[in-house]
């Protein structure tokens, strides 16, 4: 019988590498890397954006003004990431992506939302990273159903790690005990 955290679900292994699902505070991660859940403007915002500038502090947002000025001028496309470093944040890095707003499901959401998670992963491995820790993408202002979007989130993870063997560890950090339940639930079926 395995004990600890595997015992209570919140431990899964694929490949080499850890998927591990926590509740907390992204800005809190030691991983090399935290998501930051962003907008098309990189200028910042609220949720898991204000949370993150307000601890990391100026320098995260330089780099963001730096990127719209030479790579992105109209905004950085949802489904896109973006690499800047962590500023004051445990975090070395800060990997900003787009996820879609919630508009019923039937403008192309789910790959979107795919697509975020996918290009934030390609981004940490390109950048010789280990571990990364990701919030629930879109499920705050912009309203995506969260069981839905659990569902992409620990799928496109799982088949990348299987595809790919260069990462560690993937953290998602949820806010609430609710918000991990319903990751829990829906890990157990898809790992
Ligand atoms: P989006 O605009 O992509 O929906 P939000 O930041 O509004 O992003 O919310 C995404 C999820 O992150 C929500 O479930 C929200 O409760 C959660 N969240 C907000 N602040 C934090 C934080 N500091 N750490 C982890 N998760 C957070």
Redesign the pocket.
């Given at each position: 019988m395995i004990v600890g955290e595997k015992m209570a679900g919140n431990e899964f292994q694929v490949s080499k590498a850890k998927i591990l699902l926590a509740k907390?505070?992204?800005?809190?991660q030691g991983t090399d890397a935290i998501v930051n859940?962003?907008?098309s403007t990189l200028m910042g915002?609220?949720?898991?954006?204000?949370?993150?500038h307000r601890k990391g502090g100026p320098k995260i947002l330089e780099e963001c003004k730096r990127m719209r000025a030479t790579e992105w001028p109209d905004g950085l496309p949802t489904g896109r990431a973006i690499i800047t470093s962590g500023g004051n944040l445990k975090a070395k890095h800060v990997i900003h992506t787009?996820?879609p707003?919630w508009r019923g499901g039937i403008h192309g959401e789910p790959e979107l939302l795919a697509e975020a998670y996918l290009n934030s992963l390609r981004l940490a491995v390109s950048n010789g990273l280990k571990t990364i820790a990701f919030?629930?993408?879109?499920?705050?202002?912009?309203?995506?159903p969260?069981e839905k979007a659990s569902r992409i989130a620990l799928t496109t993870v799982k088949e990348f790690l299987e595809k790919e063997d260069k990462l560690d560890k993937v953290v998602f950090?949820?806010?609430?005990r609710h918000?991990l339940e319903i990751y829990k639930k829906a890990a157990k079926e898809i790992i």
């Open positions: 907390g505070d992204i800005t809190e859940a962003a907008n915002g609220g949720g898991v954006d204000g949370a993150i787009v996820g707003v919030p629930s993408i879109s499920t705050g202002a912009y309203r995506y969260i950090v949820l806010f609430t918000d």
